[in-house]
């Protein structure tokens, strides 16, 4: 054999390794092998990181992980009964002390309230390491029926108010020449998902502000992470918004339904933030793979998911393949 045969063989298996790699795998491949040979969560131990959305779904989960490692976490969200319930699970690694965890009470929706509460924050732990942008509110709706306002609505909880908080947390971490910024997009962040189109358009436009705020950032040491998920069980279809502004569509998750694990969801975004990657899929297959053809052949993508139609397509997100 000569040299130029070796190469393409070599080229080739490279080639099925990964093929076979990513058949097997529940997020892309980067996280997958940092998720083996990376840095451990426990590079977090002591940071000061704040989860908006800690008290349901994936926030939940990721507050564990956190706690896990050691992280002194302060848990936003509306309920804040649900907040304690998060906090005593985290309590219970013992890991951390009473102090350790601020449960602040925020609603995402009244930005007069957002610095108050970055001010809470800071006097309570003279830092913010890191911000998980992680509350949002997901959509089932058919795209002619669906009102302007519920278009507005999407907006203001799923992108605006994510701005905000993160444009009072950026100059402190200006200041001091650190900081990460976590933000909760999604698959439909990357591929536009049938029946969620105020949906899909918010998480594409976070995409869009936060791939922006990296490169700016990135000679001031400030690191932007997009967590993009695939269906995960969780509450949100409980409060998703519909057609109608105001309505809440109200379904729970199944559980033979084919959903990622909370917990594996929760434990890939804190390898993501441990080490720091810019952009990580997290779904299991074919969505994964779905995902895959649509940032590397956008044109197959586009014509093969026209054609599998509404129907087709919804079988996997709502689980039912
Ligand atoms: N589950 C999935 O399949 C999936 C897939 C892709 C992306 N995601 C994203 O993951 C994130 C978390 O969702 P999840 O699946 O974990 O859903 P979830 O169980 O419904 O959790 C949503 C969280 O957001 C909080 N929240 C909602 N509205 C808020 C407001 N106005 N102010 C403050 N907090 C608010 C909720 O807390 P309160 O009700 O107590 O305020 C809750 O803690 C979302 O951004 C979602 O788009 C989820
Ligand atoms: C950049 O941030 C990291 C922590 O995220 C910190 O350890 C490092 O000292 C910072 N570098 C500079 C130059 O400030
Ligand atoms: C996160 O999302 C918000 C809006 O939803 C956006 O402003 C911000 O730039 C995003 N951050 C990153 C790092 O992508």
Known sequence: MDWCTIVEVAVVAYIVLQLVRLLFADCDLQLQWTDKFGRSTGVLTRKVVWITGASSGIGEYLSYELAKAGCRLVLSARREGELQRV????????????????????????????????????SRFKQIDVL???????????WEKTDLQVDRDMLEI????????????LPHMLERKEGHIVN????????????????????????????????????????VTNICPGP??????KGSFTENSGELLGVEMKEGEKRMN?????????????????????????????VYIGQYMP??????????????????????H
């Open 87 to 122: 906090k005593k699970e985290c309590l219970s690694y013992g890991t951390l002390m009473d102090d350790d965890i601020l449960v602040l009470p925020l609603d995402m929706l009244k930005f007069d309230l957002h610095q108050p509460a970055v001010d809470e924050v800071l």
């Open 132 to 142: 998980v942008n992680n509350a949002g509110r997901s959509q089932r709706a058919q």
């Open 158 to 169: 799923n992108v605006l108010s994510v701005l905000s908080l993160t444009k009072l947390v």
């Open 184 to 223: 909760m997009s999604s698959v439909s962040g990357k591929l536009g998902s049938p029946l969620s189109g105020s949906y899909t358009g918010a998480k594409h436009a976070l995409q869009g502000w936060f791939d922006c705020l990296r490169v700016e950032m990135f000679p001031r040491n400030i690191t």
């Open 232 to 237: 995960v069980f969780s509450n949100l279809l």
């Open 262 to 290: 909370t917990r594996r969801c929760a434990r890939l975004c804190a390898v993501a933030i441990a080490n720091k990657l810019d952009e990580v899929w997290i779904a299991l297959q074919p969505i994964l793979l779905f």
């Open 299 to 320: 044109t197959i993508a586009g014509w093969c998911f026209k054609r599998a139609g509404v129907k087709f397509m919804m079988k996997f997100r709502e689980g039912q």
